[in-house]
């Protein structure tokens, strides 16, 4: 049987020596080699593969989280994810030759490097613990910071798990793991970082950009929102409810990217609500509660939380309701509302409510979304193309699912991040090392290029022009910033270059 530790707040008087000693090791250039960084990533692998039933225990004992969704959205997430990374590492890290070079800087062989920010904080979140909290540490370790990561203390048994995969596993002088809740967060954050990276609510993540804003140090946010889900009279009612169902199920709908609310045009309605019902009985023949596929609430806070905004409801409640407040338990509830400005759609859920608000038409349907929340991280549009091309168009997001729930959100190696208020800076895959990265520009000058370059030095008397004729670019276009038509794009055929043109003369003969 798996083993958990039990979890041991750190002392709030050692952090900042540990900090201080993480920041020692960076300067020392001990993290930087690829190799070693490598080493890390592959030693973290084998850790995590040889705490799986922990792991799986812990899951089940925080979050009530079953062995198939701790596999797929926890473990196998972050074992594939350094997987990947190990593959592509070298190739990320490697000099990039800068674009978009002008002939006459050439010979200074500008290039961009990715250097490592130095030594940053990772704080991590209950509704994925595992995931949430190594998932960044993996970009870290890449990009070849030394790093703290701050599990969360909602998820207990998981930030034990965590804590003794990377101290069994990783440099103790390069990566650490500070345990404990606000006294200790507060006391991190008064330790001077080079990136704070932090996912969970808005109210918290803003605390954390004034407090990192008092040193200039950057953040990545990863917050939520108040994401919509809008299914027009085209769309195909069976999937829409399987899928966004799917959506609020999976984790107890503790996932920061779920639909908080669906707008559903009222020609649809009766068989989008009828096919949500047929998609419950057939999830779980046995009932959602006696599933060991479905979640609990992490704690009895929010379980009460979510249980005082459905009572503040005034919609109706057409599906589900059923709660167990001593086992944590709170099923799917699929509720009508009748005013878009209900308690339940303007506040961001984190569980397994589904409101859903009847529109007229989808004019209708974008001018909610958009005064309900500008900037959502999610947008989830089912439709015709047409219909969900323009959803896309006039509605902002941090990511959206076309004729899905969140599955941009599912794949590990897609750039994921909020925009606005739901969050800033993205990560995962080939992001989650750029995040850590910082793109470094870099020239260098020859001697041999110095009588070319004397023009920049003084007196300029008589250099103006000539320094002119060489750098001063001409517009294609003119002052009512239409493009001009002169022998050279005719030539080029409206390409403006040479190799341009050659191009689009091949691309139109192979079309005769």
Not at 335 to 343: A, E, K, L, W
Request: hydrophobic residues 40%; charged residues 20%; glycine residues 10%.
């Amino acid at each position: 049987m798996a083993t958990i530790p039990a979890l041991k707040y750190t002392s709030i008087g050692s952090i900042p020596v540990t900090v201080d000693g993480l920041r020692a090791t960076f300067n020392s250039q001990k993290t930087k080699p690829i190799a070693f960084r490598l080493e890390q990533l592959r030693k973290l692998y084998w850790s995590m593969k040889d705490n799986e039933d922990a792991l799986i225990a812990a899951c089940q004992q925080d979050i009530g989280k079953g062995p198939f969704e701790a596999f797929v959205t926890e473990i196998d997430w972050c074992t594939n994810d350094i997987l990947f990374v190990c593959k592509n590492l070298e190739k990320w890290a490697k000099d990039e030759k800068a674009p978009d070079i002008p002939l006459t800087m050439a010979a200074l062989s500008p290039k961009i490097r990715k250097d490592p920010l130095g030594c940053v904080l990772v704080i991590g979140a209950y509704n994925f613990p595992v995931q949430l909290a190594v998932g960044p540490l993996i970009g870290a370790i890449a990009a070849g910071n030394t790093a703290i990561l701050k599990p969360s203390e909602n998820a207990p048994a998981v930030a034990a798990v965590v804590q003794r995969i990377i101290e069994s596993a990783l440099d103790s002088t390069c990566y650490g793991v500070i345990q404990g809740g606000i006294p200790e967060t507060t006391a991190l954050l008064d330790q001077k970082w080079d990136k704070i990276f932090y996912t969970g609510n808005a109210v918290v993540g803003t605390i954390i950009a004034k407090k990192a804003a008092e040193t200039l140090t950057p953040v990545t946010l990863e917050l939520g929102g108040r994401n919509p889900a809008i299914v027009t009279k085209n769309a195909n009612a069976r999937l829409a409810a399987r899928r966004l169902l799917w959506g609020k199920v999976t984790n107890a709908g503790q996932v920061c990217i779920s639909q908080n609310y669906t707008l559903i045009e009222k020609e649809i309605l009766p068989a989008f609500v009828a096919e949500m019902k047929l998609a419950m009985t057939e999830f779980y023949p046995n009932g959602v509660k006696a599933s060991e596929d479905y979640g609990r609430i992490v704690n009895a806070r929010q379980w009460t939380r979510l249980k005082k905004l459905l009572d503040a409801s005034n919609g109706e409640v057409l599906m589900g309701g059923e709660m167990d407040e001593g086992d944590k338990f709170f099923g799917p509830t699929l509720i009508q509302v009748n005013d878009f400005r209900d308690s339940i759609v303007m506040e961001e859920s984190f569980g397994p409510l589904m409101p859903i608000f009847v529109v007229d038409d989808l004019d209708h349907a974008i001018r909610i979304a958009g005064e309900v929340h500008e900037t959502p991280l999610g947008l989830y549009p089912f439709g015709t193309k047409k219909e969900t091309d323009r959803m896309l168009q006039e509605l902002r997001s941090g990511g959206a699912s076309v004729n899905d729930a969140y599955f941009h959100g599912s794949i590990p190696t897609l750039a994921f991040g909020g925009v606005g208020d739901s969050g800033q800076g993205s990560y995962r895959g080939k992001a989650s090392f750029d995040c850590f990265s910082h793109r470094r520009s870099i020239t260098t000058t020859p001697g041999w290029v110095e009588r070319l370059i004397a023009i920049r030095y003084p007196p300029y008397k008589g250099k103006l022009a000539k320094i002119r004729k060489m750098n001063e670019l001409k517009p294609n276009f003119d002052r009512e910033g239409k493009v001009k038509f002169g022998l050279v794009n005719i030539l080029t055929l409206g390409a403006g270059g040479v190799m341009g043109g050659l191009t689009r003369l091949i691309v139109i003969t192979l079309g005769k």
